[in-house]
C-alpha cells in the first residue's frame, strides 16, 4: 500500500515569505528558457518537495497562471504563493522568481559587447538550447498527464496538434475550437 503524501499549510509570517522568497530565487536563477521551462523546478518545490500545496491545486494554479496576462514565472509565483501565504506571499514570490532574472539582464546588457564574440559564450548558448528543449518537453508531458485524462482530452490534444503542426492552423483558432469542443462535451 502506497504511502499518503501529506500537505503542509504552512503558518504564514516573515520564514514563511522568506522561504518562498529563497525557493523562487533560486527557480529563477537556475532555470533558462523562459516560464514553461521553470513550470518542473517549481511543481518539484512547492508540491513534492515543500508539500506546500496538492498536485491538483497546483495544475489549477499554472492554469490560473497561463490565462492571466504577464510572464509566465512571475504569474506563477504570484497564483500559487498567494493560495500558500496571502498577499504577501504573492509578492515575496514575485520578486524571487523576476529578481535573477532582471539581475541577469543588467549584467549582461553591461558586459556583452565584450563577450558577444567569445566562442566559449556562443558554446554556453549552443548547448543550453538543447537542454531548454528538454525542459520544455518535460513540462509538456507533465501537463498532459496532468490535465488529459480522459480520451476526449486526448482527441483534443492529438487533433489540436495535427492542425498546428500539419496544416499550420494559427494556435489563437485552435485554442477557439477546443474551448468550442470543452464547452459542448463537458457541459
Known sequence: MQEEKIYDQPTPGKRL???IFLTFFKIGAFTIGGGYVMVPFIEKEIVEKKKWMKPEEFLDM???AQSAPGVLATNIAVSSCYQIAGIPGAVFGALGAALPSFMII???AMFLLNFQD???VAGFFYGAAPAVTMLLFLAAINMVKGVVKERA???VLVLGLLGLIGFGVHPILAILIAVVFGAFFYK
Request: charged fraction near 15%; charge should be neutral.
Open 62 to 64: 499554472l492554469a490560473i
Open 118 to 120: 567569445n566562442r566559449y
Open 106 to 108: 543588467i549584467i549582461i
Open 153 to 155: 482530452g486526448m482527441f
Open 17 to 19: 515569505w522568506w522561504d
